[in-house]
């Protein structure tokens, strides 16, 4: 198998905030004492790894103060881990020999406002050492693909949020990257914007570039990515493919049956996690799993039930984040 595209191991970001926190040494001067109150630090990134292969469209998941942003800092280099490190595209973190080779999207991109799309994807390119006609090119190509060909003319200062975060993404992608890190690309967007950020998503997965991004918003990743990681307060909590995520053993099965009267139904509901009327006569039952499944047919068929469907629910991502949240010790 070939090296990841990007991999980190047991990274920590600590931040010392407050008091005291900002004071360069303060922190080794005063350890070990109590100074809660005073000094504080915000554990924002506690032991994160992560494993990305070449290729793969990589969700990297979590709600607000995760610490996805914090993550992708430290794997741009823009901020150095506490500890841990990795490496990407084969380099170490922060090196300049991978930068050639990556895209970044910053959260909250800060652009030259005064420029106009060309101008400002032709800053971009220069920085990489493109040819003044392969940055051309480029530029109106990327315009094009993200749907801002008819704001040709007009500085990004009167672009809408949505806009500006377009022309982010084809900044990202001057450069013809391997490896594409947007930190949420879909914030700000409408459906029409959403749609498009993925369907560039899948083009460049299509072309068999990596790419990692991070949201909070599960339905997107759901459509588009291969492997998901969720995390909260700092760790991953969950990792792994898309499906084996979602067709977790634990999923629930539904089955509907009919032609039960009250008394069966509630002998019925006893072998269920739940039981309620599914109208015209029929009855549900949230089963725990498939190995609930067997024995509770066997219970129908004694009380002379008609069988009408089994349904294995998968669980969305969605339950699985809730859940995985919701199994937070405190931070
Ligand atoms: N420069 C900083 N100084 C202090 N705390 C920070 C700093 N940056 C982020 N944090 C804190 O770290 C946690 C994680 O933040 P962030 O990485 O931005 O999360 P996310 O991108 O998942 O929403 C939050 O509690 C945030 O307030
Ligand atoms: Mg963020």
Redesign the pocket.
Known sequence: MSAPALQVQDLVKT?D?GFLGAVPGVRRLTRGWNLKGIAQR?E?VRGLSLTVAPGQTFGFL??????????IKMLMGLIHPTSGGGTLLGEPLGSKAARARLGFLP?HPYFYEYLKPLEFLDFYGSLFNMTARERKRRAEALIDRVGLQHAINRPIRKFSKGMVQRIGVAQALINDPDLVVLDEPMSGLDPMGRKDVRDIITDLRAKGKTVFF?S?ILQDVELICDRVAI?TH?RVRAEGPLDELMDAPTANVEVVARGLDGAAVARLAERALTAQPAGAGRQSFMLADESAVAPFLAALAAEAGNLISVVPHRRSLEEIFVETAGREEAP
């Open positions: 931040f905030v915000v924002a979590g709600p607000n103060g995760a610490g996805k942003t914090t993550t959260e991070s909070h995390v700092g």
